[in-house]
T-cell receptor, first 114, second 115 residues
Framework: DGGITQSPKYLFRKEGQNVTLSCEQN?????MYWYRQDPGQGLRLIYY???????QKGDIAEGYSVSREKKESFPLTVTSAQKNPTAFYLC?????????????FGDGTRLSIL | KNQVEQSPQSLIILEGKNCTLQ??????????LRWYKQDTGRGPVSLTI?????NTKSNGRYTATLDADTKQSSLHITASQLSDSASYIC??????????????FGTGTRLTIIP
């Protein structure tokens, strides 16, 4: 079955540590996205990529970094510069430049601070 | 600032009953409006997507309506089941969107179905 796989399901970060969240899709989608979900707030866009080797900052990119070396993969690194990283992180994908195509989401990674 | 407001924030209904969730938005002009279902600890799953020219869209027991003049949408759930317990998120895409990079997400309505 085609879909998006996020790993790990739960992740803990120590002070001063960088952590990387994995996102893999086999839907053959060009575009991939990272969102952050906090209680009582709508999803907020961190980074997105429309094509391999290219990505753009979203609304809350500070303290995060991404790479897009393969079409199937879009890992997110939460750096030590992100002072409030505790949240539910969601990865999504969609065909590129299709305004009426909904996104497909993974099942998220919950990041907590030790 | 583009906003999407959903009401109620939470709702509890008996199994088998119908319910309606509301979404008001300020995004204008807009391209399409989407409803997602998100189970606890899972990612959102698309229920419906309506363009600005559509008034209604159904997906099984879920029916979404759209009034572009008043900038309101509703999601009606018929004959609710325990599996309908989830958060329902309204999402609006502006006309300036080339894909999905400028979506505005509502905060969701938490629906609980009790037996």
């Amino acid at each position: 079955d085609g879909g998006i796989t996020q790993s790990p399901k739960y992740l803990f970060r120590k002070e001063g540590q960088n952590v990387t969240l994995s996102c893999e899709q086999n839907l053959n989608h060009d575009a991939m996205y990272w969102y952050r979900q906090d209680p009582g707030q709508g999803l907020r866009l961190i980074y997105y990529s429309q094509i391999v080797n290219d990505f753009q900052k979203g609304d809350i990119a500070e303290g995060y970094s991404v790479s897009r070396e393969k079409k199937e993969s879009f890992p997110l690194t939460v750096t030590s510069a992100q002072k409030n990283p505790t949240a539910f992180y969601l990865c999504a994908s969609s065909p590129r430049d299709r305004v009426n195509q909904p996104q497909h989401f993974g099942d998220g990674t919950r990041l907590s601070i030790l | 600032k583009n906003q999407v407001e959903q009401s109620p924030q939470s709702l509890i209904i008996l199994e088998g009953k119908n319910c309606t969730l509301q979404c008001n938005y300020t995004v204008s002009p807009f391209s399409n409006l989407r409803w997602y279902k998100q189970d606890t600890g899972r990612g959102p799953v698309s229920l419906t997507i309506m363009t600005f020219s559509e008034n209604t869209k159904s997906n099984g027991r879920y029916t979404a309506t759209l009034d572009a003049d008043t900038k309101q949408s509703s999601l009606h759930i018929t004959a609710s089941q325990l599996s309908d317990s989830a958060s329902y998120i309204c999402v609006v895409s502006p006309l300036t969107n080339f894909g999905n990079e400028k979506l505005t997400f509502g905060t969701g309505t938490r629906l609980t179905i009790i037996p």
